[in-house]
């Protein structure tokens, strides 16, 4: 429950520039399960201390989220600020191969922000690190005098072996993406249309999935946008069977994902357009914009998809992780050895589409 | 040398909004050393992957500088900024006893920050890597819509029996601190009035150091503050031969270290004001404006100093590493078993003055 520091009036009036930085840290702690075994020290000293997994390498990725730049509060709910910030870094470990292990959470707020705003942040983030198996060792709180900052810096392990990088494709190997594509884009596109991201429950501890079967497409879209699943146990699976020659996540569309593999592992790849698993519902919202579904979906970013490459003597096994993953895997291309990347559509091959541009 | 990516104006004229995220990147790649044999993945992957230390343990923390909280650009010269940021995460491992390994650097940049100014944060950021021997293996930028955030996460290791953290003070014990206090205080307060911080070599990539012979006593309060130099050395030598049985650094000023380190412990302590290692150059400062220095330098924040917690036959071990780190300490007080934190000051006790507050 949280904590009644900080002055006598109700959570609902309250802001976060009613309670102490001790205060906040202390609400944070409350939602927290008790510490694993490998946690020497937590929050409360200096840094954290942790004992590493044995014979694991440490991986370890940054992704901060903005207000403004990476979301907008008028249509994303604070339990969705929370996730989608751990949500982008559990993604970029499970590109890796990663098994998620820790998370640090720096937070910048605005003195404005609302303290029931802050607890449903942190209870959006709790919930997933919950749901992953992340613990949350340590962090930071500050004032901003701008924008909402959530910067998250998560670690995972991985054998040596067993680390996917976007450097080894080959020509010949199968590229494969993972669940669907365009949701996140189109989802965005309706909530800044005004679609509220379907109900209140989405502002609570327990979010809605992207699965929920409650919710109608458009709501699923929006949903989906506001709490990406990042693809966990599929990174880890096909790691552990050593399936994928390269892999990256999606945050930036598959169409820069596509780019990046081929130029880390030195080779071109060609897309199939008529393969690519376009959400039906992502499709209908592009189409009824006018806009073309195809570039839609492969220029749009914040898809938590994984982009995998596999070789030839490996499909089977590959295919076996994806399985007993849960999440179903589309082949839409193959490396090629000549450094171009292109779509193929209707018998015609043209450049493929970019994706998301943080600068210019 | 920076890359010239991004357009044919010259650096002077643009901004970073002129470059694309990738080229950044680049311009950051460029000043780094090679990579230790350690790092298996660096930057430019979806997360870094390396070797954990063998037979230590892994030491976490995160801290954000954020501009019109904890820097002002108009008189923090961007090799500075940079630099702060660094130090005081190293500052953080150094309390805990940790020799530092590797920094993570999360980057949130208003379009309109000049590019000169980028490439001297980074400049800042990466002597003091440089300089105590930590590589940046990865990190993340954005754009900002208001402030310039400065996030880094840095880790270290340490050897489990030489952890120090705020928890294990006794009473009986005495209390150390490294170095002077005050002189960031002071030196901020004289930036305030309009003092600029030494002279353009603050700006280039080998910034002076606090004992730098050619400065004037204001610029080297000015200087100090602006590049605070983390007792890295010193926490490890501590750790190393177990001579403290607390430790913590004075980021918020020594009266918030000390009630830290009591509540941590379980313990009280009493701080004898004569013998408090005020900068003398500071406490003019203090004194010229009408201000007492002891509050001053007790309640200031930003000294990057140490206060450790030292058992009675440990004193000699103690004395002796801080010798071989080459920083002077100095005794303060006592810890005691009455759970108050009292100031001694001309024979009268009374409540140690606080230190600062990030909220309220």
């Known amino acids: 429950m949280p904590s009644d520091a900080g002055g006598g009036r109700a959570v609902a009036e309250r802001t976060v520039a009613d309670l102490s930085e001790r205060d906040l840290v202390a609400r944070i702690q409350e939602r927290l399960p008790s510490p694993p075994p490998w946690l020497v020290v937590g929050i409360g000293d200096d840094a954290a201390v942790v004992e590493p997994a044995r014979n694991r390498l440490d991986v370890l990725t940054v992704d901060a989220i903005v207000e403004g730049v990476h979301f907008d509060r008028r249509f994303t709910p604070p339990a969705a600020i929370g996730h989608r910030a751990l949500a982008v870094n559990l993604s970029d470990l499970a590109a890796m191969g990663a098994a998620p292990r820790l998370a640090l959470v720096s937070l ?119 709490f990406p699943s990042p693809r966990v146990r599929l990174g880890v699976l096909v790691s552990r069977n050593r ?50 579904a195809v570039n839609a979906a492969v220029g749009g970013g914040d898809d938590y998809e994984l982009l995998l490459a596999v070789g030839p003597r490996r499909r089977r096994a590959f295919e076996a992780a994806a399985r007993l993953s849960g999440v179903p895997v589309t082949r839409i291309g193959t490396c090629t050895p000549e450094r171009v990347v292109r779509l193929r559509r209707d018998a015609v091959e043209a450049e493929l589409p970019r994706g998301y541009q943080h600068f210019r």
Chains 1, 2 share one sequence.
């Open 108 to 226: 910048a707020l605005p003195e404005r922000l609302p303290l029931a705003d802050f607890d449903a942040l942190i209870g959006g983030l709790v919930a997933l690190a919950a749901r992953e198996r992340v613990h949350v060792v340590g962090g930071n709180l500050t004032r901003s005098p701008g924008p909402l900052v959530v910067d998250i810096t998560a670690t995972g392990t991985v054998k040596r072996r067993g680390v996917l990088t976007r450097a080894g494709a080959r020509p010949g190997d199968a590229l494969y993406v993972s669940g669907t594509i365009g949701a996140a884009a189109a989802g965005l596109l309706l909530l800044r249309d005004g679609l509220l991201p379907a109900d209140s429950r989405l502002s609570d501890d327990s979010p809605l999935t992207d699965a929920d079967s409650r919710l109608t497409d458009d709501s699923r879209l929006a949903t989906g946008y506001c």
């Open 243 to 292: 399936a994928a020659t390269a892999c990256m996540d999606l945050s930036d569309g598959l169409g820069d994902a596509v780019r990046q593999v081929a130029e880390g592992s030195g080779v071109g790849a060609v897309v199939d357009a008529g393969t690519l698993p376009i959400d039906p519902a992502a499709r209908r919202v592009f189409e009824s914009r006018g806009a073309d």
